[in-house]
């Protein structure tokens, strides 16, 4: 029986050969990687599902953070891109020291750390509840491209000019203190290890910089206790309003959601103000596909975004903008009457 199998397999390829040839080289075509990636609609997730808070009550609607599904760049993914309307291609800038693989995934898992130690600070604070931080540490998470330099995204800052940083604003009152073009002489972790590097004070604006973005990290002590769950493929700062809004619902005792399924998307910071996002029409989309009832949006030209998206498709879906938690709160407040 297999013989037969393998005889007739074997025919097929024989009297067929240039056609077979032909897919398999339109395939690896199809499949050679171009410098882009595609952005398109995504979908939402249960939030409840990658924050688990101890003894947190249940509710009858639901929170959902938003995704952008991203494709990796080929030609067959750039060519459905000029089809395929809601899909658009972005160029990869290969130059840039921030966009190379390692760094790109370093950088969005700091930022995503990040904004859940932002999301529990706010939310426990909020909801009275206890919060300790223990420790605390400065990761470098971004880079000025157009500058050459000995710093990597993931150093961790220990020292500025032998001295100790303790704080972002120690650190700031440092680079003031100092006259543009002049070094600052750092030392850093990197893998493990002590490294020590240079770096010159430059003026954007009129304001001193060193061209550097830092991610705050800290380990954090609640009761009662939060656990996330998020996956290695998820990163990045733009669930970090929703993770503390889920967080904060299973603080208290009431049930804010009002039977909604509620989708949102920002970023947090320990004040409670939310910070706007990329790829909002896409989230919106996801949202929309999902059959949500409320899409929550930070203020400003996200929302202009997403209020354009939907007027075009005409979609059925609340929008609404917050510039703050309480700005969702009070909306929320509202839903029982």
């Known amino acids: 029986m297999i013989s037969k199998v393998y005889e007739k397999i074997k025919e097929i390829l024989r009297n067929n050969y240039v056609y077979v040839i032909l897919f398999f080289v339109l395939y690896i075509g199809l499949m050679f990687p171009v410098p882009y990636y595609v952005e398109a609609p995504g979908g939402i997730i249960d939030i409840t599902d990658k924050v688990e808070v101890e003894n947190q009550p249940d509710t009858e609607g639901s929170y959902n953070m938003a995704y952008v599904t991203e494709y990796e760049g080929t030609v067959f993914t750039m060519l459905l891109s000029y089809v395929l309307p809601d899909w658009d291609l972005v160029k990869i800038e290969s130059q840039d020291v921030n ?41 470098v998470s971004y880079l000025d491209p157009e500058v050459d330099w000995e710093l990597k995204v993931g150093d961790i800052l220990r020292k500025a000019d032998g001295k100790e940083i303790e704080s972002k604003e120690q650190f700031t009152e440092l680079i003031e203190e100092k006259e543009v073009g002049d070094s600052i ?26 061209g550097v973005v830092i991610s705050y990290l800290r380990e954090i002590e609640t009761d009662p206790e939060v656990t996330f769950h998020f996956s290695e493929k998820e990163s990045g700062p733009s669930a970090g309003f929703m993770t503390a809004l889920t967080i904060y619902q299973a603080l208290i005792d009431e049930d804010l959601t009002n039977g909604l399924k509620i989708v949102g998307t920002g970023t947090i910071d320990q004040e409670g103000n939310v910070g706007s996002i990329g790829g909002v029409k896409y989230k919106l989309m996801g949202a929309v596909r999902a059959k949500a009832d409320v899409f929550f949006v930070p203020a400003g030209e996200n929302y202009e975004e997403a209020k354009k998206v939907k007027e075009d498709k005409g979609y059925d879906i609340e929008l609404v903008k917050v510039e703050t938690f309480d700005d969702a709160l009070s909306y929320l407040e509202k839903q029982k009457d």
């Open 185 to 210: 002489s750092l030392e850093v972790e990197r893998d493990g290890k002590e490294e020590e590097v240079s770096v010159k004070v430059r003026e954007v604006d009129g304001e001193k910089l060193l």
């Open 99 to 139: 966009e190379n693989e390692e760094a790109t995934y370093t950088r969005n898992h700091l930022m995503l750390e990040e904004a859940n130690q932002n999301a529990v600070m706010y939310a426990y604070q909020k909801a009275e509840k206890e919060v300790t931080i223990t420790s605390e540490a400065m990761y």
